[in-house]
């Protein structure tokens, strides 16, 4: 990827478009967005493939980040990450869930490359 400069922050073309990035909200996606969705997508989609391998595959999941804390003291780092993963299937053993979710943060890239900088809390309901 090569990321060019432009009056208010980055752009890189990508084979689906280009991406905008930048600090001001109006013009395209503040960094702290792209790493939040890096991680709830991982996960998501680690998820998905762990419930599939079990033979107990969803039929929607959908992701909603409960909470981002950012530290303004420290630069405004990202310390805290709340995924709450609504997936949509027949109920799954809460034992058995406790260790799909284990399976998840294990098996997620994002979550690994920064699991000694941010704490990531997963929860999940399953819905309708």
Do not use: W
């Amino acid at each position: 990827m090569k990321f060019e400069m432009t009056e208010n922050g980055f752009e890189t073309e990508t084979s689906f478009g280009k991406l905008q990035i930048s600090a001001n909200d109006d013009c395209g996606f503040r960094p702290y967005q792209l790493l939040v969705s890096s991680l709830a997508v991982c996960s998501g989609g680690v998820l998905r493939k762990i419930l599939e391998r079990k033979r107990l595959p969803a039929d929607h999941i959908s992701i909603e980040v409960k909470e981002v804390y950012r530290n303004e003291e420290i630069a405004n780092r990202v310390e805290k990450i709340h995924l709450h993963f609504l997936i949509k299937r027949e109920k799954i053993e809460d034992v058995q869930m406790d260790k799909i979710l284990e399976l998840t943060k294990k098996n997620c890239s994002m979550h690994q490359s920064v699991i000694d900088s941010i704490e990531i809390i997963e929860t999940y309901e399953f819905v309708n």
